[in-house]
Structures are given as structure tokens and as C-alpha cells.
């Protein structure tokens, strides 16, 4: 049995202040989400990984970073970039507040909470839903094949994509928001199709975030 772990990046100073943060934004981890990598990197080490891979968007990337160099059994280990796992874009509303475009644009949004594929997002830059969560799954697929059997996998991304995109490869629409810094285990039935060992795993955290996120369901 093969197993894929998925870790969603460290909150950023724009999952604090509930801003759109997507392929196209970017904002510094939290110095507080440097304890939290710490925790998450004494998690992993009870585990063997073949390799690791991030998604290139730089929060990402610096979980990735900070995480395995507190590891003791991972530290030199490459870190390799696959832009499948970066985030969904959200074109023009990158950067805004969740407020500022429910007030503005309110069916909209209800309509990007929901995951609903609209022309009217497409003209904003949102990326479409269906095609990002395949590309997700298809580089889930991609790797899987890669791993030998009962090998394990590491990957660093993002709420929203590993939401939509678990969702795919398991038919679980069912799926909760993810909160920063938590770990989501997949398990193969082949390589094709996966199953969810554990989902939104944070209880190695010293301090979970009580308010959840800004990952949007």
C-alpha cells in the first residue's frame, strides 16, 4: 500500500486578516507558524518518505523548508516543485477581504463558496474548479505511480486546491475546509483511485487555531 501525506501551508498574515489568497497572492507565514512546523516536523519524522515535493508558491515552499529542517530525519532532503499542487488563482480578487467581495459581488461569492464554475468568474480571473481539481489529482496520480509499493509520499499545498482536489480523487464531496499546517493521509486502492486514512490531522499542534481558517468550502 502506498500512502500520499498532504500538508496545507503555515497561516500567513492574509489567513489572519480573511483575505483571497490564491496561485496569484502571497503573504509571510506567521512567526507563530514556525512552531507549528516544528510540531508538524516531529509528526513526519515518525514516517519514511520516498521523496518530497511543494508547490512553488513561496508560503508553501517555506513551510516545506522550515518543517523538514527541523526534522531529524529529513533535513538535507530535496524539496522539489510541482505546479499541480499550487493553489486555485482568483484572479482580481486576490488580496481582497471575503467581506469586500460578498458586499460587492454577493451571488458571486456564493457561487465561489460553493465551487460552482460561472463565465461570470471566469471574466475575474477565478480559475475553473473542475479543471483545477484535476490537475491535482492528476499530479497525485503522476506521483503515486513514481512510489513503490508501501512507500510514502510528502507534499506541501493549499487549502482550497487539497480540498477540491481529495475530492476528486476520493468521490467524498462531503469534505470539510483544512486548517493551516494540518496533514491529510491518503492510502491507495491502485494507482488510480485513493482512499482517506486521516483528514485534517492537527493534533501534534501546540496550539490549534479555534477560529478555523479562511479556506473556503
Known amino acids: 500500500m502506498k500512502r500520499i501525506f498532504i500538508v496545507r501551508h503555515g497561516r500567513t498574515e492574509w489567513n489572519l486578516e480573511g483575505r483571497f489568497q490564491g496561485a496569484n497572492g502571497d503573504s509571510p507565514l506567521l512567526e507563530s507558524s514556525k512552531q507549528d512546523c516544528q510540531d508538524l516536523a516531529g509528526f513526519l519524522d515518525k514516517f519514511d518518505f520516498t521523496t518530497v515535493y511543494t508547490s512553488p508558491i513561496k508560503r508553501a515552499r517555506r513551510t516545506a523548508e522550515i518543517t523538514l529542517a527541523d526534522t531529524a530525519n529529513y ?25 469586500q467581495v460578498a458586499k460587492k459581488y ?28 484535476q490537475r491535482f489529482k492528476d499530479g497525485i496520480i503522476k506521483r503515486s505511480r513514481q ?9 506541501f499545498s493549499h487549502g482550497s486546491i487539497i480540498q477540491l482536489g481529495i475530492k476528486a480523487l476520493t468521490g467524498d464531496e462531503s469534505l470539510s475546509s483544512l486548517k493551516n499546517t494540518s496533514t491529510t493521509i491518503l492510502q491507495t486502492i491502485d494507482d488510480e483511485h485513493f482512499t482517506i ?11 490549534v487555531n479555534s477560529k478555523g481558517n479562511t479556506t473556503l468550502i
Request: no cysteine; proline share 3%.
Open 75 to 99: 533535513a538535507k532532503t530535496a524539496i522539489i516543485d510541482d505546479k499541480n499542487f499550487r493553489e486555485l488563482s482568483f484572479g482580481d480578487w486576490e488580496g481582497l477581504t471575503r467581506e
Open 106 to 133: 454577493p451571488q458571486l461569492f456564493d457561487e465561489l463558496i460553493r465551487r460552482q464554475d460561472d463565465p461570470r468568474l471566469t471574466a475575474f480571473g477565478v480559475e475553473n474548479f473542475a479543471k483545477a481539481r
Open 147 to 155: 512510489l513503490n509499493e508501501d512507500e510514502n509520499l510528502l507534499i
Open 197 to 207: 486514512e486521516s483528514y485534517n490531522e492537527v493534533a501534534y499542534l501546540s496550539n
